[in-house]
């Protein structure tokens, strides 16, 4: 059958196209710098981008994994509240639409955990080598030692679909324990100092011998009496 024959040829042809395609490494390059997060903390998320083909706008679903949720900057001016902000890739006229992905019945991924962005241009100018975009996240105890930012069917305009990640590690799995400074045992009071080795830590403290601190608990700045 000469009609049989000619579909499956184009079948072939068809097959043989998309595993081109499959394999053709994608122009552009996205990476996201390593994030290093305690519980309680927030942090900013960066993406960058550079593209050996112009492109004048993209769309991305970001996954956070568990422990991580995201945070929105209110904006006062507008009356509004967003979560992510363009980067030194965009230009003034990059527009911006976001909004949070409702997850099907049975989904691994938590309502909440996964949004879309979306950024385009209605001139088509094109975006720049640089970062690309950036939003800012808040850890939980339940965020694992090592977990991934999952950036999903990731497209650019004329370009195809991608996936990457990005790698997150629980800061509080490499934080040295805090040094207690006081006078032991005391009469009266005593001044009490807490220091870490580890830059940038916090040090949360409770004074009543029973209760275990939380991100919660009273936040350390300066030396303080216990009696």
């Known amino acids: 059958d000469i009609i049989a024959k000619l579909g499956v040829c184009l079948m072939m042809l068809v097959g043989l196209v998309t ?19 305690a519980p309680g903390q927030e942090a900013v998320v960066t993406v960058n981008y550079a593209s050996a ?12 994994p568990e422990g991580l949720e995201f945070v929105k900057t209110e904006d006062p001016e507008e009356g ?21 992905v409702k997850q099907e019945e049975g989904s691994e991924v938590k309502q909440g955990k996964e949004m879309k962005l979306i950024v385009y241009n209605m001139a088509m100018a094109n975006l ?13 105890d ?3 030692e090592t977990a991934e930012i999952k950036f999903n069917k990731v497209k650019f305009y004329g370009g195809q679909y991608f996936d990457f990640t ?15 400074t006081g006078e032991t045992p005391f009469f009266g009071t005593t001044a009490v100092t807490l ?3 580890t830059e940038g830590a916090k040090i949360y403290y ?22």
């Open 166 to 180: 990005g790698e997150v590690s629980n800061a509080a799995y490499s934080i040295t324990d805090p040094v207690i």
């Open 53 to 64: 083909v112009e492109r004048s706008g993209f769309q991305v679903n970001v996954v956070l």
């Open 128 to 140: 720049k080598d640089g970062t690309l975009f950036s939003f800012k996240v808040k850890a939980d």
């Open 142 to 144: 339940a965020l694992a």
């Open 19 to 37: 595993g081109v395609s499959a394999q053709t490494e994608n122009p552009e390059k996205l990476s996201m710098d390593a994030l290093s997060i």
């Open 80 to 100: 509004t509240s967003y979560v992510f902000s363009k980067g030194t890739s965009c230009l003034r006229s990059h527009l911006v639409d976001e909004s949070v």
């Open 206 to 227: 409770t004074v009543d011998g029973v209760t275990e601190p939380t991100a919660e608990s009273s936040l350390y700045s300066e030396p303080f009496e216990i009696s």
């Open 195 to 197: 220091t870490c080795e």
